[in-house]
Each structure stands twice: as structure tokens, then as C-alpha cells.
């Protein structure tokens, strides 16, 4: 089995399992809701992952996803409305020994936290975000938030919506992201194959799960995730490999110039060797810019892990200013502090 190796997070003795995970709160989402699914992928992935259940802290804001921590048998912090970024910010800094996971809305991370959100991800701070989006707020009872579609009708917006939503990817690598992914929630085996990978991302790791609010946004993701269509409307992307799909495994997507371009292997001689080959570790974003904007109908929404890209964190970065501080200092102690600077007698 696959392993993450980090020098900084211990690793548990003895093999944890998802039933160590598993909180005796009752979880109180709708029936229904793909917060569940979540749930349960979260469960599979950290007993894989394999760090002691104490190392690892969840921190969320206001939402129905921020709920979280309670439903998750280890650390936590149910923080206020858009500031999970900032506070798993100072968790992280102030204990590198933590394996930090924010879980947050499109409306918490995006409206009131979006401030949080773009800097935690400029900075690259070696946390893991699992960001629900299900284009409405909940548990404020229906109200459009920054993601939802143009022209739908809420009950802040009972004429249809006049705001440009923003695609989440976009905007996370328009912050200078260094991993995103994206998954359904109807897809518990892909959302915990991604979920480890973000794990294993040194730096800001943002996974936008897809998900289903039953109540104020039922089916707003159906044409990507139902099971008639999203063999058609979904493309697995897998590193190293073409990108291919489809029910009969005959389309795919080729750079076509400085454009993505759908096309049926066996058509006009195109096989398989036409196609884009995914590289997630690619540091130029160009490519996996496109892939992240990718929508129907014209594109498949692309489905998996777009970007992985290693570059230097922030926590790395403040451990290496602090060293160099210590040795460059004339200032060792408090006493020195005091003591420095101009003195005047009385």
C-alpha cells in the first residue's frame, strides 16, 4: 500500500481503521445530502493516510459543511463565518506537527471567507481544503451564493441570479494554487483517491467536491453526475495517461493549437496518440487552467486531480526565516531584548 512519507507528522504504530474515525455525535444532514458521502471518504482516507488520529485537526466556519469536526473522531475547531482559512493558517504555523484539513462551503470560502481563502492558497500553507460546492447556501435556507449558475432562481434572487458565478479552479489558480482537484460526491472511491493525494501535496491542497443539497439545490449537479450521463459528461483524468472517456471509451480531448478540442477516436484518423496526456505536476498552469474551465456542453467537466505542483510553502519558508533569525540575531533572550537599544537614566 502507498504511503506518505513526512518527516514532520508521526506516523501511527499501529494500524488505524475507519471505524477510529467514526464520532459518537449524530450527524444531523438531511437524508440525502452528499455531506454524507463525504463523510465517508474522509473516514477511508485517513486511517490510509497513517498518521496518528491525534495529528490530525479539522477546522471549519459557518455552513452546513462546517459541521464537520464533530462528525470526525479526532481535533477540532468549529470556528465563525469565512475564517476556517485564517485559524487552520495559525494551527498550522503554530504546530507543524498537525496534518491540517479545512472543511468549508462555496459560500464560507468563497463570499465572507474569499479574502481567507486566495491568500491561505498565495501563500501555500501545507494544509488540505475540502471545499463543498453545491451553488446555494444551506443552511441559511436557500439563498444564491458566489458559485451559483447565472439566471437561477433563489429565494434571494426570485427573478434568476444577475452575478457571474466564479469556477472555483479559476479562481484557485488565478491565486497561484499548487494542487486542485475536483470530484462528485456520488463518487466515494474517486473522492478518497483524491483526497489522498492532496495529502500527499506538500503546500495548499484545494478539493472542490461537487454535492448535492437536497433541499435548496436538488440536482444541480445532475447533468455531470447522474448515471445516464456522466460516463459522456465527466473525463477521469489520470497522470501519465490520455485523456479519454465516454460510454463506449471512444472520445477524448487533444490540444488543438492554443485550444482544447473534443474528439472521437476512429474519426478522421485520430487515435489515441492524438490525444492530451495529463501531466498534474506540471509546473506552468496553462494547460490545467483549461482543464479546470472545461464545461458543458461543449467540454466534459474535468473530474480527478488537474494540478499538483510542488513549489516552496510557507511553512517551510517561516521555519528557515526563524533559523536564520536565531543565528543572525545579537538578541538571545528576553533579557537581551530589554537591554537593547538606547538606555536613558533618570
Given at each position: 500500500?502507498e504511503?506518505?512519507e513526512?518527516?514532520t ?10 471505524e ?20 465517508a ?21 459557518i ?9 470526525v473522531n ?20 503554530a ?9 468549508s ?10 479574502n ?33 449558475a ?21 479562481l ?5 494554487g ?7 460526491d ?16 506538500d503546500g ?20 455531470i ?56 505536476y ?27 505542483a510542488a ?16 543565528q ?19
Amino acid at each position: 500500500m502507498e504511503t506518505i512519507e513526512n518527516l514532520t507528522i508521526d506516523r501511527s504504530k499501529e494500524p488505524l481503521k475507519k471505524e477510529d474515525f467514526v464520532s459518537d455525535q449524530m450527524v444531523k444532514w438531511c437524508p440525502g445530502c452528499g455531506g454524507h458521502a463525504i463523510l465517508a471518504a474522509v473516514a477511508n482516507v485517513f486511517p490510509k493516510i497513517g498518521y496518528r488520529k491525534e495529528n490530525f485537526t479539522l477546522v471549519s466556519g459557518i455552513g452546513c459543511s462546517s459541521r464537520f469536526p464533530y462528525y470526525v473522531n479526532t481535533y477540532g475547531f468549529h470556528g465563525i463565518h469565512g475564517r476556517a482559512h485564517a485559524i487552520a493558517t495559525g494551527v498550522k504555523i503554530a504546530n507543524p506537527h498537525l496534518s491540517v484539513w479545512i472543511t468549508s462551503g462555496d459560500g464560507d470560502s468563497m463570499a465572507i471567507g474569499g479574502n481567507h481563502f486566495i491568500h491561505i492558497i498565495r501563500r501555500n500553507v501545507d494544509v488540505n481544503i475540502l471545499l463543498f460546492n453545491n451553488e446555494i447556501y444551506g443552511l441559511t435556507k436557500g439563498q444564491y451564493s458566489p458559485t451559483t449558475a447565472l439566471g437561477t432562481v433563489t429565494k434571494t434572487s426570485p427573478y434568476g441570479t444577475i452575478e457571474h458565478p466564479f469556477n472555483p479552479g479559476e479562481l484557485i489558480m488565478g491565486a497561484q494554487g499548487t494542487f486542485f482537484a475536483r470530484v462528485p460526491d456520488t463518487n466515494v472511491k474517486l473522492m478518497t483517491d483524491v483526497m489522498f493525494e492532496a495529502a500527499k501535496h506538500d503546500g495548499t491542497s484545494v478539493v472542490e467536491i461537487l454535492e448535492n443539497c437536497v433541499i435548496f439545490a436538488d440536482n444541480v449537479h445532475c447533468q455531470i453526475t447522474a448515471k445516464d450521463v456522466r460516463d459522456d459528461n465527466q473525463v477521469i483524468l489520470e497522470n501519465g495517461k490520455p485523456m479519454i472517456f465516454g460510454k463506449e471509451r471512444n472520445k477524448g480531448i487533444r490540444l488543438n493549437g492554443t485550444k482544447l478540442e473534443v474528439v472521437t477516436i476512429g474519426e478522421k484518423g485520430i487515435t489515441e496518440k492524438d490525444l492530451l496526456v495529463h501531466d498534474q505536476y506540471e509546473k506552468d498552469p496553462g494547460v490545467h487552467l483549461m482543464l479546470a474551465k472545461m464545461s458543458l456542453p461543449n467540454y466534459p467537466v474535468a473530474m480527478g486531480v488537474i494540478r499538483s505542483a510542488a513549489f516552496p510553502t510557507y511553512d517551510d519558508l517561516m521555519e528557515e526565516s526563524i533559523e536564520k533569525a536565531k543565528q543572525t540575531s545579537s538578541i538571545r533572550c528576553v533579557d537581551d531584548l530589554l537591554n537593547s537599544g538606547d538606555v536613558i537614566e533618570i
